[in-house]
């Protein structure tokens, strides 16, 4: 009977450092970004990426050179309407983009990927 105490608290110890979140893998990401359009809803703003990333949607311009365009989910206020460049900290959020894209965004001319917003730096992304 002495030890109940601590093997409850074992036990729960074990339980809470086995579970693992489920849903959001949030390896964060960063790349330079300008500042495009809100896009489809209110609190979705799309970034026009200044390099090439996997994660953005991909478009050719007739001229062949490429765009690539990602929406993201958070950004701030400040960084809204920006016409500066400015270095984008953001994840891949599956269950989010799902939601998004069911709800919203299905007759915009340029659809591109939605991300969630992690921070910004004007200097790098470090």
């Given amino acids: 009977m002495k030890n109940y105490p601590f093997t409850i608290l074992f036990f729960l110890l074990t339980l809470l450092l086995s579970c693992k979140k489920e849903g959001v893998e949030k390896s964060q990401k960063c790349v330079k ?10 609190d979705l703003h799309q970034v026009l990426l200044l390099e090439p990333n996997e994660d953005a949607t991909v478009y050719e311009r007739s001229d062949t050179t490429k765009i690539y365009l990602m929406s993201l989910v958070n950004l701030p206020d400040s ?8 270095y984008l900290k953001y994840h891949v959020d599956q269950k989010i983009t799902d939601r998004y894209k069911s709800l919203f965004c299905t007759t915009d001319l340029y659809p591109s990927t939605i991300n969630v917003f992690n921070g910004a730096s004007s200097t790098s992304c470090q």
């Fill in 33 to 42: 970004v300008l500042y495009n359009r809100e896009y489809c809803q209110k």
């Fill in 79 to 86: 960084l809204i309407k920006s016409k500066t460049p400015f």
